[in-house]
């Protein structure tokens, strides 16, 4: 798929991942490669833009296993944005497939 | 080329080197660290995981841009929205039409507009000495129906021309912030190439 279009998307994909809890940044990015195909380094610039918007807040947290992890919460502004950009998201989603049918069906 | 972490974590370091303050570089480099050494941890080769994070210039490229971006926020002047342009240029081809073009229209017609507004605030004075010398009695060529019409005339022409450099101040201010607003979408919409496995 094109980059562009899925790049655009991957800060909703991030911060619906964060909103349902608290991940470490491998977490994160294995949570959104598991479904889309996308260049995983650019997940953490994004995590930054996200913080410097006051959307995301990071806390370390010691593992089982090696040094403490990094994990990013959504702050009350960054759930106000995830609420936000889902709906607008779930707008614009059911539009096109509407309107995809709608061509399709005119096709057959 | 190698693909080994070292080599990741030393292509963002020298391309970033110099940009950003060291904590923040430090910072940067933690994260992709950790990555790293989780991944290795689940299983996964330093190959595969630099293939999979994508091109380290590509994340370098991306971080120089907001980070300019951020300071031609935080501080407005011409040299630091031109590093924000320049430095978002480097995401792609992409943005030689979608940013360099529309940044090069808007200095040019904010130039005219301020050009224009010099030129009329200097004729006013110029078109008043005129009109007192024909007051005076003095001969010149007769541009104006009457010499009175022509102070009138070049009072209105100076303050023309106030009006479109303060304008184009405003202007200038607005595009800004605007300007700014567009980068930072951009930064999050356009990337450069995909690592294929």
Redesign the interface.
């Given at each position: 798929m094109n980059i562009q279009f899925k790049k655009g998307v991957l800060e909703i994909c991030v911060l619906s991942v964060l909103a349902h809890k608290d991940c470490y940044g491998y977490e994160l990015v294995g949570e959104i490669s598991k479904r889309i195909d996308i260049s995983e380094g650019t997940i953490y610039p994004l995590l930054r833009r996200l913080k410097d918007e006051g959307y995301v807040t990071t806390y370390l947290q010691e593992s089982v296993e090696g040094p403490p992890r990094k994990y990013y919460r959504l702050t009350e502004s960054g759930r106000t944005e995830e609420h936000d950009q889902k709906e607008e998201w779930m707008r614009f989603a059911s539009s096109v497939n509407a309107l995809l049918e709608g061509t399709t069906d005119a096709a057959d | 080329m190698l693909q080994t972490e070292q080599e990741y974590i030393r292509i963002l370091r020298s391309r970033l080197e110099g940009t950003l303050p060291h904590d923040e570089l430090d910072d940067?480099l933690?994260?992709?660290t950790?990555?790293f050494?989780?991944?290795k941890?689940n299983g996964r080769s330093e190959e595969e995981l630099f293939c999979?994070?994508?091109?380290?210039e590509?994340?370098a490229r991306?971080?120089r841009a907001?980070h300019f971006v951020?300071k031609a926020e935080d501080t407005r002047s011409c040299r630091n929205i031109f590093h924000a342009v320049l430095a978002t240029l480097g995401l792609g081809l992409?943005n030689l039409v979608f940013v360099l073009i529309p940044f090069i229209l808007l200095v040019v017609l904010l130039f005219v507009v301020f050009i224009l507004g010099i030129v009329f605030t200097v004729l006013g004075p110029v078109a008043f000495i005129y009109s007192v010398l024909q007051i005076a009695g003095i001969p010149a060529f007769a541009i104006w129906l009457s010499p009175a019409a022509g102070v009138f005339f070049s009072i209105g022409i100076t303050s023309f021309g106030l009006l479109l450099v303060l304008g184009d101040y405003y202007l200038a201010k607005f595009f800004y912030r605007i300007g700014i607003r567009y980068l930072?979408w951009n930064?999050?919409?356009?990337?450069g190439t995909?690592?294929v496995t």
């Open positions: - | 940067i933690s994260d992709y950790e990555h050494r989780i991944g941890a999979s994070l994508g091109s380290p590509d994340v991306e971080i907001t951020k992409f930072k930064i999050g919409v356009i990337s995909e690592c």
